[in-house]
């Protein structure tokens, strides 16, 4: 849409559209900001990503803000990948009563971002920008064919090193400390790829994807261990998500590896000699060391009882006994569920608490310049209490911790951790 002008022909800048600003005109809530009047001073690039730049007249200029910043940024500068939700709003400005069939609605496309951005874009009245830009989304965002999935429609990359397999040898050469060798797309094409140090390897076993279609063609397992135990060994792992290494260190050798959940079954008493081998190969000391093998520490990150309950569909977690000189650690950390639900809650509340509002008045202020989050004690206390009930912080608490305790036993004892969860 083309930006307002004043009288005298000039464009209207930010602050002087916000004087200008009457409260009537404000939208109430979040999002809250007058779609006509607010101005760009810029204009939007031709080069707008996410391929909606076909939907913006060559004369147009779309307005976009962040919610609470009031940080105004250019369309499509939100990826694709973290659009939570978006929907059309039409908010009809406050008049008088004979002036409401003229008055046109500010017809809105609110836009929520899984980080917690909340953009609004403004579109002018009785025009069909909105519902190109709204069906640009909707077909980015839930495409009904394959091939109108995003990842299809930008070429080739000008950069080499874009591809995410080449990136995944080069970061597997690096652990085995072969930092002459550099991956290429004809490396994995030949399959020349199969490198190899005293303890490590990597295996091609899982280059078609048939194995286990969520994890990468190219897998980090001990030197040991052929591809046939290998097979056989990932079928008592959830979705044959079997034990790998993610990253060892250089010094020690310690390991830290990852996978799913075990499948022991509801008696808890299912066992796969090859996952044992797998795991126990991933203990391996470097040569020269005294001691034959390492600790190992299995992390299982969800609390104990919904382990066991897991057992119910064949799941569970490993038992020491199986597992030579191993612990079984149980983080606590709750489902995706649960933390999908708290950060919602957590939305919630800093929507109503937040440092900012929607029209960019810190809390302090629109609170009549009295104590934080409202005027007495007794709205603090509600507001520390709705972000206690939001369990947010709980979360990240025991993740972090999780996350510290892993890395002292690789640094500070040497040992061997594997990671799973279901």
């Avoid at 990826?79 to 009809?92: D, G, M, N, Q, Y």
């Avoid at 069906?135 to 965002?141: E, G, K, P």
């Avoid at 996952?275 to 990150?301: P, S």
């Amino acid at each position: 849409m083309s930006m307002p002008r004043t009288r005298s022909g000039r464009t209207t800048s930010l602050r002087e559209s916000e004087s200008r600003l009457s409260e009537s005109e404000r939208i109430e809530g979040a999002g809250s900001w007058d779609a006509i009047e607010w101005t760009k001073v810029d204009p939007v690039s031709k080069s707008v990503p996410q391929g909606l730049q076909q939907f913006l007249l060559e004369a147009d200029q779309l307005i976009v803000e962040s919610d609470g910043s009031r940080s105004i940024i250019r369309l499509g500068s939100i990826p694709l990948a973290t659009i939570e939700k978006f929907s059309k709003i039409v908010v009809r400005p406050a008049s008088a009563p004979r002036q409401v069939d003229r008055t046109p609605s500010q017809r809105l496309l609110q836009v929520v971002g899984k980080d917690m951005r909340i953009i609004v874009f403004g579109f002018r009245p009785r025009t069909k920008q909105r519902r190109a830009v709204y069906d640009a989304l909707l077909r980015c965002t839930r495409p009904a064919r394959l091939w109108d999935l995003y990842a299809f429609s930008p070429g080739p990359s000008r950069f080499s090193n874009t591809s995410p397999k080449v990136r995944l040898l080069n970061e597997y050469y690096r652990l085995l400390g072969v930092n002459s060798r550099y991956a290429s797309a004809r490396t994995i094409e030949d399959g020349s790829f199969t490198l190899s140090s005293d303890l490590w390897r990597i295996s091609s076993v899982n280059t078609n994807y048939t194995m286990c279609p969520t994890y990468p063609f190219a897998l980090l397992v001990p030197n040991s261990i052929s591809d046939v135990e290998i097979q056989q060994a990932c079928t008592f792992r959830a979705r044959c998500r079997l034990p790998v290494i993610s990253w060892c260190h250089p010094r020690t050798g310690a390991v830290l590896a990852r996978s799913s959940q075990p499948l022991v079954g509801l008696m808890m008493n299912m066992r796969s000699n090859a996952d044992e081998k797998l795991v126990a190969a991933l203990c391996m000391q470097l040569a020269g060391v005294r001691e034959h093998r390492r600790k190992l520490y299995i992390a299982d990150a969800r609390p104990r009882k919904n382990a066991l309950a897991n057992g119910a569909m064949g799941g569970g977690s490993e038992s020491s006994a199986n597992y030579f000189q191993s612990e079984i650690v149980f983080f606590g950390i709750d489902n995706i569920h649960a933390m999908r639900e708290s950060l919602v809650r957590l939305r919630d509340y800093v929507d109503t608490h937040g440092a900012k509002s929607s029209d960019g008045m810190s809390s302090f202020l629109r609170h009549g310049g009295w104590t934080w989050g409202g005027g007495n004690l007794s709205s603090m206390s509600a507001s520390v209490s709705t972000l206690g009930d939001s369990g947010w912080l709980i979360h990240v608490q025991s993740v972090l911790a999780g996350s510290a305790w892993i890395a002292a036993r690789v640094a500070l004892e040497s040992a061997t951790v594997l990671v799973h969860c279901r």
